[in-house]
Every structure is written in structure tokens, then in C-alpha cells.
């Protein structure tokens, strides 16, 4: 309530004319440093790093339900995203249907970006990857996704599907552990 308060409900990052439509800041980045502090905290899990430093990949025992939480996820955001126009009166239903455009595309090139670019510097397609690249385009069009194009959302969505295999990568070189990404797809994105 904080936090949401500074943009939302004339807070003071909304007078200096900060725009956040749904909760990319408000929302990810507030999550996205309490999942960092908390991996911080709590350390890595047992056999992640070998004693040379470098990383053992521990990756999720069951993709399929991984698959479809974000699937789940990504349904579920067209709930929040577009529904954050339901408090305009005037046009609010063309507003909401745009913001859907952008939500799909950004989710579409973010995840089409992450498997590539892990694939290329992996030597094969990641579902790990390929879903928090979703993920991550998800997040990063959440705050502007009623001010930008279509086409600027394509690019959202790409920029963040390479941000967040980066973010995944330095996440593990510095030696925190987090298991599913939140780091990567919700405070770089």
C-alpha cells in the first residue's frame, strides 16, 4: 500500500509525473527486491554452487506444471492489465482492447526472444528460459501498456526476453540462488 500509493492515488512519484498504468514498478519491482533480499538472506540451496564457484544447474522437477502456471499467469494478467481501464469512463473499452493487444504481444516476443537467445547460447531451447522470457514480457509491458503502440510492445516484449536469460545468467555468477527467476523476470524487467 506504500509503494502503490507513490504512483497510484497522487502519491508523490505520480505529482513528478511518474506513470505506472498496472504495477510494473508498483507491483514487480517492489516483489522483485523482496525476492532478492530474501535469497540473499536465506542463501543457496545445498549443491547449487561448487566450491570453485561455478553453478550447478538444479532445474524444476516438473515442467508440464510449470507450463501451465504460466499459462495460467498469462491468462490471468489480461484480468489485471485491461481490467485497470475498468475506472475510465470515456472509451474504456477500446483502452481495454488495446492494452490486451500490447499484454499478448509483449508476452509473445518476450517469449519467442528468450528462446532464442538461449538457444543460441546454450546450444538448445530452454523451457525454463522460454517461460520466464514470457513471463518477463508480461512484466515490463505491465507499466506502459496503455501509453505505447503495438509495435512498441513488440519490442518491449524482445527487449525483455534477452534481459531476462542475461539477468538469469548474472543472478547465478554472483552467486544467488533463486530458484525460479523472480529476480530476473520482476525487479530487471
Do not use: E, Y
Amino acid at each position: 500500500p506504500v509503494t502503490g500509493h507513490w504512483i497510484w492515488g497522487g502519491g508523490w512519484l505520480a505529482g513528478k509525473g511518474f506513470l505506472d498504468f498496472a504495477g510494473s514498478t508498483v507491483v514487480h519491482s517492489v516483489g522483485g527486491w523482496a525476492a532478492l533480499t530474501g535469497a540473499i538472506i536465506l542463501g543457496p540451496r545445498f549443491g547449487k554452487f561448487n566450491a570453485d564457484g561455478s553453478v550447478n544447474a538444479m532445474p524444476g522437477h516438473n515442467l508440464t506444471s510449470a507450463m501451465t502456471g504460466t499459462l495460467v499467469l498469462w491468462l490471468g494478467w489480461f484480468g489485471f492489465n485491461p481490467g485497470s481501464t475498468m475506472g475510465i469512463a470515456a472509451d474504456g473499452g477500446a483502452m481495454a482492447a488495446h492494452v490486451c493487444m500490447t499484454t499478448n504481444s509483449a508476452a509473445a516476443t518476450g517469449t519467442l526472444a528468450a528462446t532464442f537467445l538461449s538457444w543460441l547460447m546454450m546450444g538448445k531451447p530452454d523451457l525454463g528460459m522460454t517461460l520466464n522470457g514470457c513471463l518477463a514480457g508480461l512484466v515490463a509491458i505491465t507499466a506502459p501498456c496503455a501509453f505505447v503502440t503495438v509495435p512498441a510492445s513488440l519490442v518491449i516484449g524482445a527487449a525483455a526476453g534477452v534481459i531476462v536469460v542475461f539477468a538469469v545468467l548474472l543472478v547465478d555468477r554472483l552467486h544467488i540462488d533463486d530458484p525460479v527467476g523472480a529476480v530476473p523476470v520482476h525487479l530487471f524487467n
